[in-house]
C-alpha cells in the first residue's frame, strides 16, 4: 500500500463546476500537509498548505482530518486554467515528503 | 538564481554509462531533495540532504544511485551503469523549512 494515496481521475468537469479531490495518508506521524499542482510536462508547483482547522484560498478549500489521516481539496466555479494534476503531499517530521500519484482535472468549456 | 536550477535539462545516454545530473538550489535554503518521476505518477522520494549530509536517503533504489552535497549547497545525483528502467524525470527540490519544497525544472533522462 502506498504511503499516499489518491484517486487518479481523470475528473472531467464543465467550466463553473465543483469538484473535490481526496487523499489518504497511512503514516500517523505525519506532521504537515500540502496541496501541489503539476501542468503537462512542468515541476510540481505549491498550490496550498493544508491546516487542520480547514483553509480557503479564493475558489480553493482544504481540509485535514487528522484523525482519519484524510486530506481534501475542494475547487469551485472550475475555470479552464484549473486543469491540471493535483498532486497530495505529507511531510514527516524529519523532513522527508512524499507524494501521491496524483489526481488529474480537465475543465471543459 | 531565483529558483532551483537542474542541468543538464535532457539527458540521453548508452545502457551502462554513467551520469551526472546537478542540482543549483535557492540561495540559503539548508534542505535540498532527489525526486523522480514517471508518466503517470508522483515525485518518487530518492535521498534528502539537510546541509551536507544526507539525512533520508531509503529512496534510492539500488548502489548505482548516489548523491552528494559536499558544500551544502550544489547537489550532484550521480547514476553508474544506467538501465533502460532509470529513464524519468529527475526533480530536484529545495526547502527553506516547514516541509514546503521548490523543485527544479527537472533533467528529463532517457538510456537507449
Same mark, same amino acid.
Given at each position: ?71 481534501? /481539496? ?5 475555470? /479552464? ?29 | ?22 542540482? %543549483?538550489p +535557492?540561495?540559503?535554503?539548508?534542505a535540498l531533495y ?5 508518466? !503517470? ?5 530518492? +535521498?534528502?540532504f539537510?546541509?551536507? !549530509? &544526507? &539525512? ?10 548516489? &548523491?552528494?552535497r ?5 547537489s550532484?545525483?550521480? +547514476? ?5 528502467? %532509470? ?5 530536484? &527540490?529545495s526547502?527553506?523549512?516547514? !516541509? +514546503? ?12
Amino acid at each position: 500500500r502506498k504511503e499516499v494515496e489518491q484517486d487518479p481521475g481523470p475528473f472531467n468537469v464543465p467550466e463553473g463546476a465543483t469538484v473535490a479531490f481526496n487523499c489518504t495518508y497511512s503514516n500517523s506521524a505525519s506532521q504537515s500537509f500540502f496541496w501541489y499542482r503539476q501542468d503537462c510536462r512542468k515541476e510540481p508547483k505549491l498550490l496550498m498548505s493544508v491546516y487542520s482547522s480547514g483553509n480557503e484560498d479564493g475558489r480553493f478549500t482544504a481540509q485535514l482530518n487528522r484523525a482519519s489521516q484524510y486530506i481534501s /481539496l475542494l475547487i469551485r466555479d472550475s475555470k /479552464l486554467s484549473d486543469s491540471a494534476t493535483y498532486l497530495c503531499v505529507v511531510n514527516t517530521n524529519a523532513g522527508k515528503s512524499t507524494f501521491g500519484d496524483g489526481t488529474t482535472l480537465t475543465v471543459k468549456p | 538564481g531565483a529558483g532551483v536550477s537542474q542541468t543538464p535539462s535532457n539527458k540521453v545516454t548508452e545502457k551502462g554509462k554513467y551520469v551526472e545530473l546537478r542540482c %543549483d538550489p +535557492i540561495s540559503g535554503h539548508t534542505a535540498l531533495y532527489w525526486y523522480r518521476q514517471s508518466l !503517470g505518477q508522483g515525485p518518487e522520494f530518492l +535521498i534528502y540532504f539537510q546541509g551536507t !549530509g &544526507a &539525512a533520508d536517503d531509503s529512496g534510492l533504489p539500488n548502489d548505482r544511485f548516489f &548523491a552528494v552535497r559536499p558544500e551544502g549547497s550544489v547537489s550532484t545525483l550521480k +547514476i553508474q551503469r544506467t538501465e533502460r528502467g %532509470d529513464s524519468a524525470v529527475y526533480l530536484c &527540490a529545495s526547502s527553506p523549512g516547514q !516541509g +514546503i519544497v521548490f523543485f527544479g525544472q527537472g533533467t528529463r533522462l532517457t538510456v537507449v
